[in-house]
């Protein structure tokens, strides 16, 4: 779930409920609403990241940096698409990129501290 983001909580409380067709119209909807926030795409690429559809989620993460190159929630979910995709060296650069974004972004932290054990352990 995106921080603070108040759409996104509601439209993640839909496709969590089971109600993606929903969800997905309201997606559509905020979209349309914030074409220049980076934020809608962000939560699409989490649904598509969810549903292991990586790729479809790289291309909405690029869009939402393309619209604010300072969202380290799109890095942090670009280096979580390359860890599903066995990339850790591309994941631990995006998670580099969303700390270098925002310095405390605990999850981040977290993620390139696996990740890097994992390099470092092959």
């Known amino acids: 779930m995106l ?3 108040p759409h996104s909580i509601e439209i993640e409380a839909l496709w969590q409920d089971g109600k ?3 969800a997905e119209h309201e997606l559509s909807q905020w979209m349309k609403q914030e074409k220049h926030s980076p934020w809608p795409w962000v939560q699409a690429a989490i649904f ?4 292991k559809k990586y790729n479809k989620s790289l291309s909405d993460l690029k869009t939402a940096l393309d619209n604010d190159p300072h969202c380290a929630e799109a890095y942090f979910w670009r280096g979580k698409n390359f860890e599903a995709q066995k990339k850790p060296m ?7 990129a969303a700390l270098m974004v925002e310095e405390k972004f605990n999850d981040a932290q977290e993620a390139l501290n696996r ?3 994992q390099l470092g352990s092959s």
């Not at 598509?48 to 549903?51: F, L, Q, S």
């Not at 591309?90 to 580099?96: F, G, I, K, V």
């Open 3 to 5: 921080k603070t983001q």
């Open 20 to 22: 993606k067709a929903e």
């Open 48 to 51: 598509h990241y969810e549903g």
């Open 90 to 96: 591309d994941a631990a650069n995006e998670y580099r």
């Open 115 to 117: 990740v890097l054990a």
